[in-house]
């Protein structure tokens, strides 16, 4: 069972020093990622909150980024916080699944959900 997911943000995340960092990897979350974040103060003042804390629990490195902490979450693009916020229900919900495929002419690397392909086959 893969337990880690590659990704890569659309925008990526720009570092104090003005790196951007777009490759990462999620792992799985736990029934305790999901439940700890509850006991939060912020979740219960906002119930929004919850995603910035799950994320934070289960992104495990956003390019050299190997602590991900709320503050990191926080200051990702809108863009890049709901590809992970969809990637962490795809790979976090019973019967989904999603893969790293590499492009046969470019060997560029992307994310698919694997429970669209039809015929075994990606679209065209």
């Known amino acids: 069972m893969q337990t880690q997911i590659e990704f890569t943000l659309p925008r990526g995340y720009v570092d104090s020093g003005g790196e951007v960092h777009r490759a990462g990897t999620m792992r799985l979350a736990t029934a305790r990622d999901e439940i700890e974040p509850l006991r939060e103060v912020e979740v219960r003042q ?4 919850l995603t910035v804390l799950l994320l934070a629990r289960t992104v495990t490195r956003i390019g050299g980024i190997t602590e991900v902490t709320p503050t990191v979450v ?3 693009y809108a863009a890049d916080f709901d590809h992970l916020q969809r990637l962490y229900e795809r790979i976090n919900s019973d019967g989904e699944a999603v893969g790293v495929v590499s492009c046969p002419e470019c060997s560029h690397r992307f994310e698919v959900d694997l429970t669209e392909i ?3 086959r990606l679209g065209e």
Do not use: F, K, Q
Request: net charge negative; glycine share 20%; hydrophobic share 20%.
């Open 118 to 120: 039809e015929d075994g």
């Open 74 to 76: 926080e200051g990702l």
């Open 46 to 49: 906002n119930n929004a909150y």
